[in-house]
């Protein structure tokens, strides 16, 4: 399945396939203009983000990153710009991306973290075992065998529920991650594991646009970085 959105003249936004289609892929935003009646939050901005590239969006609060992110997802729509993907440098209208919103993690509250694993990656075409679950759940320290099979998510703690939608993100391997605020409600052990198993997906060829106020732990892993607001 893919979504072609058209936001007339002057604006096209290409979405996500809900399968994977493969590396190689490259994102380009060209004079994206978004503003409200009487403020601009962003004018002509052009980026690219590469294959194994992390793009991390900095700037204060109310400074349109989240605003870009949603754009960059499909939600919102733009005054004029594009957003497109590249494929070995031509155009397609399908790509696999993912999104992490700050406030929102996109779990299924009355079934258990096995659960909610188990369709999200089902719905985006990979085949997991109960056992890859679980391993991926201890990972993240989430052993207890009731907590991970049986416990209704809704009884989660909020840093808990965090860790379930990021472990949803990593396992669906999509070619693009649009992360907003992802370690929010995260200690600072696990602030450690999600750097970690964000740079193994930059090493599978991933992409990444970051927003994050918090430091980024591991030195080396953000490419570029640019700030709205200024």
Request: glycine share 6%; with cysteine.
């Amino acid at each position: 399945m893919s979504l072609y959105l058209s936001y007339g003249k002057n604006c096209d936004v290409i979405m996500y396939s809900t399968f994977s289609i493969g590396l190689g892929f490259m994102l380009e935003v060209c004079r994206l203009t978004f503003s409200y009646k009487h403020r601009v939050l962003f004018k002509d901005l052009s980026f690219k983000v590469m294959p194994s590239q992390i793009i991390q969006v900095r700037g204060t609060n109310g400074s349109g990153k989240t605003t870009l992110l949603e754009i960059l997802a499909g939600l919102r729509k733009p005054q004029s710009g594009q957003v497109r993907f590249y494929q070995n440098h031509r155009h397609v209208r399908s790509f696999s991306l993912d999104y992490l919103p700050s406030d929102s993690n996109g779990l299924f509250l009355k079934r258990s973290a096995v659960d909610n694993l188990s369709f999200w990656t089902q719905l985006k075409g990979f085949k997991y075992e109960r056992k890859d679950y679980l391993r991926t759940l201890s990972d993240w320290g989430l052993k207890d065998p009731w907590v991970c099979n049986h416990c209704p998510v809704e009884l989660f703690s909020t840093g808990m529920k965090r860790k379930l939608a990021i472990s949803r993100l990593f396992l669906c391997s999509s070619d693009f991650l649009l992360l907003d605020e992802p370690v929010n409600g995260l200690d600072h052990e696990s602030c450690e594991i999600f750097y970690d198993y964000l740079n193994k997906y930059i090493e599978r060829k991933g992409m990444a646009i970051l927003v994050s106020h918090q430091p980024v732990l591991k030195p080396g892993l953000i490419n570029n970085h640019f700030v709205l607001g200024v």
